[in-house]
């Protein structure tokens, strides 16, 4: 018996979400709080090893301010319940 599947995936969303997210590539609050937080917590906990999953990661802004030998993974999820 085939069972119908309901489409959860992110991409029917996705170009409504870049356009949203374009227009706030300058938020203040991502450059001044949010990003060096994440940062400052990495440096806690150097792990020249280990790498970063980021779930939800969006646009991936996290991603271009990470030192460029960090292992990064970065998946968009969106969690219907």
């Not at 085939?2 to 489409?7: R, S, V």
């Not at 300058?26 to 990003?35: A, G, L, Q, S, V």
């Not at 646009?59 to 301010?65: E, T």
Request: charged share 25%.
């Amino acid at each position: 018996m085939k069972k119908n599947k309901q489409d959860t995936s992110w991409e029917s969303s996705s170009a409504w979400y870049d356009k949203l997210v374009s227009k706030f590539k300058d938020i203040t609050i991502i450059k001044k709080i949010i990003i060096p937080g994440i940062l400052a917590l990495l440096e806690q906990y150097p792990d020249p090893d280990g790498f970063l999953l980021d779930l939800a990661c969006g646009q991936g802004v996290l991603a271009r301010h990470l030192p460029r030998q960090m292992k990064y993974i970065g998946k968009r999820c969106f969690l219907l319940l």
